[in-house]
């Protein structure tokens, strides 16, 4: 099992859908932990660890892309970004 960690920024459409708690594990095998977030009516900024196997966790990722949610990896190390 691997844990990353992964800033999101989710387009005004899809802040109400459980993309992050509840599709990624039901669909994707993985863990997500919101580490921390700003959602507004207007936009979200979301940190979230995922854990599971490293395919699943790519392909979960994958996932979030295609729906039109921007997602940058956050290193070891790497500060939280402010929001």
Do not use: W
């Not at 005004?12 to 993985?30: D, F, K, R």
């Amino acid at each position: 099992m691997s844990i990353r960690k992964f800033f999101c920024t989710f387009p005004q459409q899809l802040i109400s859908e459980p993309l992050i708690t509840h599709t990624l594990g039901a669909e994707y095998g993985v863990r997500p932990n919101i580490r921390a977030a700003s959602i507004s009516e207007s936009h979200a900024h979301v940190v979230v660890e995922i854990e599971g196997e490293l395919d699943q966790i790519t392909e979960s990722v994958d996932y979030l892309k295609q729906r039109g949610v921007e997602v940058a990896e956050i290193k070891d190390g790497e500060e939280l970004p402010k929001f």
